[in-house]
């Protein structure tokens, strides 16, 4: 939760595990209605007022989450959904405050043993109009999984992937330097961690939880 001039907000962040409304070829699970419930369950009992969801599945499966949410009586009028080059899930954000800018990162590409691959979820980016005069950007992410890959280590796609995203939030301190930044989502590493520590940076302008 984030507090400012006697108010309070609170930002969220949640893996939703392949909540897909149709299988894809490589992901053969739709999403359960037992488990859509407690997703559901899950989100409500936090109550953000901002969230980012990774693995979810198509713009389509994104806004059946919304509707069953407001249903429940949780609105969140203001949405984005990224796809990146992972076809099957994706990254999305529901908001209670306007989304005011959006920047979506579906391209970003890196070099890995001379190799060129690009940032397999990409990486959300919103500005969000939280009062009349506090405004700050999201940036969601989720890195490359443990999981062994044949394309390359898993480890240094994710540092790879982790130096990207620390790029972009460069960007944003250098264009000012008192911005107001949320980093969050699954990095899918440990707090001591390259990844993590890459992300988080140094000096002036060292990200903080």
């Not at 070829?25 to 899950?42: L, M, N, V, W």
Request: proline share 4%.
């Amino acid at each position: 939760a984030f507090g400012f001039s006697a108010e309070v907000f609170r930002v969220a962040t949640y893996n939703i595990e392949n909540y897909l409304d149709q299988p894809t070829e490589s992901r053969p699970h739709a999403k359960s209605t037992e488990a859509k419930a407690k997703i559901r369950e899950s989100i409500e009992f936090m109550n953000p007022d901002v969230l980012a969801l990774e693995e979810m599945g198509t713009t389509n499966a994104l806004l059946e989450l919304r509707a069953s949410l407001k249903a429940d009586g949780l609105d969140f009028p203001f949405w984005e959904h990224v796809s990146g080059a992972d076809t099957n899930i994706h990254i999305a954000v529901l908001s209670k405050f306007p989304i005011i800018a959006r920047c979506p990162h579906t391209n970003e590409e890196f070099l890995l043993d001379g190799r060129r691959f690009r940032v397999e979820r990409g990486f959300a980016e919103v500005e969000i109009q939280a009062t009349t005069n506090f405004v700050f950007t999201l940036i969601a992410a989720h890195l490359k999984s443990q999981l062994p890959s044949p394309r390359a280590d898993e480890a240094e796609e994710r540092l790879a992937e982790a130096k990207v995203l620390r790029s972009i939030i460069d960007e944003h301190f250098k264009s000012d330097v008192d911005a107001r930044l949320i980093v969050l989502g699954d990095f899918n590493d440990v707090k001591d961690s390259d990844a993590i520590r890459e992300i988080t940076g140094r000096g002036r302008f060292k990200l903080t939880d």
